[in-house]
């Protein structure tokens, strides 16, 4: 089965700077690679996707890169901001799997202002 | 419209009690997920349900979990003798089907609820 793995599990920058998270994935299969941020005792909300016929896609202050050859893909945050600390979750799926979530391990994301 | 709402959102037994834990849907989504969130961890996936039969029950962990969505909107997860390694949040997400191109990945998006946090002691 699918194997997300995710790094770093901590991360500190300050506001303004970039902050970048990094996953991988172990099935050539998944099509479908989704990010979320969790807030302590909150669900966990989409803040973008992507999918494998694409290799990058931008939202604002968001970006995501996909690379299908290496198997990774990556959440780019620039200009942070505190309200941007949370844990953020990387995740990968493939149609054959009635596109069940197979998640990495999170990023706790810490923006000092 | 209203999203993915679960019931009780805390809820403490105790050990060997049975549990319900209810999800409801947003409104017209066919697909329905459970999933289970340790402390520090990423959720899991328990079940899948596509309209009311459930299509991939491959994560729910032993005989003692059982999801049932006899309608196909509200989606019931059971807990028989609970243990305390059972304490986690349990999620539930939907996910609405629209157009759907083989072999371009699907375009929908899984929406969860606030999850309930079960505490076995």
């Known amino acids: 089965g699918e194997n997300v793995e995710q790094h770093p599990s901590t991360l500190s920058v300050q506001e303004g700077d970039s902050a970048v998270i990094k996953c991988t994935y172990s099935?050539?299969?998944?099509?479908?690679f989704p990010w979320y941020k969790q807030e302590l005792g909150k669900r966990p909300q989409l803040i973008i996707d992507i999918r494998s016929n694409v290799g990058e896609k931008k939202d604002q202050r968001i970006a995501v890169t996909l690379n299908k050859t290496a198997k990774h893909f990556s959440l780019h945050i620039t200009e942070t901001q505190p309200e941007d600390s949370a844990v953020y979750f990387c995740a990968a799926t493939s149609q054959t799997g009635f596109q069940k979530l197979v998640f990495g391990t999170g990023t706790r994301l810490l923006v000092s202002p | 419209g209203a999203g993915v709402s679960q019931t009780p959102s805390n809820k403490v037994t105790e050990k060997g009690k049975y549990v319900e834990l209810r999800c409801d849907p947003i409104?017209?989504?066919?697909?329905l997920y459970w999933y289970r969130q340790s402390l520090g961890q990423g959720p899991e996936f328990l079940i899948y349900?596509?309209?009311?039969?459930?299509?991939?029950d491959s994560g729910l962990p032993n005989d003692r979990f059982f999801a049932v969505r006899p309608e196909g909107s509200v989606s019931t997860l059971k807990i028989q003798r609970t243990e305390r390694g059972d304490s986690a949040v349990y999620l539930c997400?939907?996910?609405?089907?629209?157009?759907?191109?083989?072999?371009?990945?699907?375009?929908?998006?899984?929406?969860f609820g606030p999850g309930t946090r079960l505490l076995v002691l």
């Open positions: 099935d050539s299969a998944s099509n479908y």
């Open positions: 349900f596509q309209g009311t039969g459930a299509a991939d």
């Open positions: 409104s017209g989504h066919t697909a």
């Open positions: 997400a939907s996910r609405g089907e629209r157009d759907f191109t083989p072999g371009q990945g699907a375009r929908e998006t899984q929406y």
